[in-house]
T-cell receptor, first 110, second 117 residues
Framework: TQLLKQSPQFLSIQEGENLTVYCNSSSVFSSLQWYRQEPGEGPVLLVTVVTGGEVKKLKRLTFQFGDARKDSSLHITAAQPGDTGLYLCAGGTGANNLFFGTGTRLTVIP | NAGVMQNPRHLVRRRGQEARLRCSPMKGHSHVYWYRQLPEEGLKFMVYLQKENIIDESGMPKERFSAEFPKEGPSILRIQQVVRGDSAAYFC???????????????FGQGTRLTVV
């Protein structure tokens, strides 16, 4: 089982601040996905990156896949209370499996 | 097109009983994943199935746990002789092709929260 470690585990910031969440592994992945999970719900996909070095932007969210396809980062600009949630990275393997990271709980304080 | 349906949403079992968790994938999806989640933690992979076949069960405990995805009907995660440590949220996800390819996303159900008393 591939291990994806996310940091930080918990993050509490003021509205308007910027933040970065990291997802690191010693394994190489064919794809890297980021999900967000609300309490009592299942995770919902935010973005998928498949190419080493790839950068994708989704409004205030910027996702990057490491050159070696072992790590990824999620950067949020000017965080808003609506960004509060559990952020999960997930690595895809050549066998089509999907392994999730340890999660980052983000709280944005108004 | 209904989403991934899991039932029951909440399940309470006494120690030693059996728990059966059901997952109906989205229409047209033949790949199903089961994950377990403890509060404030990520999703721990359990098993990956494709219609009638177990593709990867490396995350499943060797004893008491089993999973199936029959040709007809929902995928079932079965836990025999439950213990308190089995209490967790169990999520299933489905996709059209393997979600690890990056060519598709995994759609999740709302989970089943199992409480063992």
């Amino acid at each position: 089982t591939q291990l994806l470690k996310q940091s930080p585990q918990f993050l509490s910031i003021q509205e308007g601040e910027n933040l970065t969440v990291y997802c690191n592994s010693s394994s190489v992945f064919s794809s890297l996905q980021w999900y967000r999970q609300e309490p009592g719900e299942g995770p919902v996909l935010l973005v998928t990156v498949v190419t080493g070095g790839e950068v994708k932007k989704l409004k205030r969210l910027t996702f990057q896949f490491g050159d070696a396809r072992k790590d990824s980062s999620l950067h949020i600009t000017a965080a808003q209370p609506g960004d509060t949630g559990l952020y999960l990275c997930a690595g895809g393997t050549g066998a089509n499996n999907l392994f999730f990271g340890t999660g980052t709980r983000l709280t944005v304080i108004p | 097109n209904a989403g991934v349906m899991q039932n029951p949403r909440h399940l309470v079992r006494r120690r030693g009983q059996e728990a059966r968790l059901r997952c109906s994938p989205m229409k047209g999806h033949s790949h199903v994943y089961w994950y377990r989640q403890l509060p404030e933690e990520g999703l721990k992979f359990m098993v990956y199935l494709q219609k009638e076949n177990i593709i990867d069960e490396s995350g499943m405990p060797k004893e008491r746990f089993s999973a199936e995805f029959p040709k007809e009907g929902p995928s079932i995660l079965r836990i025999q002789q439950v213990v308190r440590g089995d209490s967790a949220a169990y999520f299933c996800a489905s996709s059209t092709v393997g979600a690890g390819t990056g060519n598709t996303e995994a759609f999740f159900g709302q989970g089943t929260r199992l409480t063992v008393v």
